[in-house]
C-alpha cells in the first residue's frame, strides 16, 4: 500500500541550529502539504505545493522557515534558526490535486532544547 | 480564512457507549475528510464524505453541507478508539485543508 514516507522520525536539536526535514508523497500525488502540530491543537497548514510551485505559504513564518519541492516530488522543509517554540510535530501530506482526498506521513517529531 | 469548530473538545466513555462528535465549519466547503490521530501522532483517514452518509463497520459519518456541519458516530464504543478525532475541511481556490482543533475521547473498560 503506498504510504507518504518522513524522515526524520525524531529529532532533537540546540536552539539556533539548523534542522531539516523530508517528505516523499505517494506516487502521482500532484499536491503537497506540510503542516506543524503543537501538542494539544489541531494541525495548521505552514505550506502547500502544487507539483513544484507554492500555492499558500501564508502561515509560513518566512524568516526562518524555507520549504522546496524543486522537481515536484519530494520536499524538504527546513528550520533555521530553530527556537524553543518550534517544538512540534511536523507533519507532511499528499493528495491528487484539487479537493481529493489526502493522506499523512507518520510525521517527525522535533524538540529543541 | 474557514473555521472550523468541532464539539465536544473532550468526551468520556464507557466501553460499548455510543458517541457523536460534531464539526462546524464556516463557509462553504468542496469535501471534508475525518480522522483519528494515533497515540504515535499519525492521522489514520476514517471517512472522506462532501455530502451524505458513510458507513463503516461501527463508525458512520454525516455531511449536509448546505447546513456546514459534519457528524461522525461511533457506536458501541472500544478502548482502541481512544485518542483525538480531527475534521478537516477543503476550502477556497487552492483547496486549502483546514483542520478544527478536535476531539479528545477516551474510552473507560
Known amino acids: 500500500e503506498a504510504e507518504v514516507a518522513q524522515s526524520p522520525r525524531y529529532k532533537i536539536t540546540e536552539k539556533s541550529q539548523a534542522v531539516a526535514f523530508w517528505c516523499d508523497p505517494i506516487s502521482g500525488h500532484a499536491t503537497l502539504y506540510w503542516y506543524r502540530q503543537i501538542l494539544g491543537q489541531g494541525p495548521e497548514l505552514l505550506v502547500q505545493?502544487?507539483?513544484?510551485?507554492?500555492?499558500?505559504d501564508s502561515q509560513l513564518p518566512k524568516d526562518r522557515f524555507s520549504a522546496e519541492r524543486l522537481k515536484g516530488v519530494d520536499s524538504t522543509l527546513k528550520i533555521q534558526p530553530a527556537e524553543l517554540g518550534d517544538s512540534a510535530m511536523y507533519l507532511c501530506a499528499s493528495s491528487f490535486g484539487g479537493n481529493t482526498e489526502a493522506f499523512f506521513g507518520q510525521g517527525t517529531r522535533l524538540t529543541v532544547v | 480564512g474557514i473555521q472550523v469548530e468541532q464539539s465536544p473538545p473532550d468526551l468520556i466513555l464507557q466501553e460499548g457507549a455510543n458517541s457523536t462528535l460534531r464539526c462546524n465549519f464556516s463557509?462553504?466547503?468542496?469535501?471534508l475528510q475525518w480522522f483519528h490521530q494515533n497515540p504515535w501522532g499519525q492521522l489514520i483517514n476514517l471517512f472522506y464524505i462532501p455530502s451524505g452518509t458513510k458507513q463503516n463497520g461501527r463508525l458512520s459519518a454525516t455531511t449536509v453541507a448546505t447546513e456546514r456541519y459534519s457528524l461522525l458516530y461511533i457506536s458501541s464504543s472500544q478502548t482502541t478508539d481512544s485518542g483525538v478525532y480531527f475534521c478537516a475541511v477543503y476550502g477556497g481556490s487552492n483547496y486549502k485543508l483546514t483542520f478544527g482543533k478536535g476531539t479528545l475521547l477516551t474510552v473507560n473498560p
Open positions: 505545493f502544487q507539483d513544484e510551485s507554492v500555492v499558500d
Open positions: 463557509d462553504s466547503v468542496n469535501n
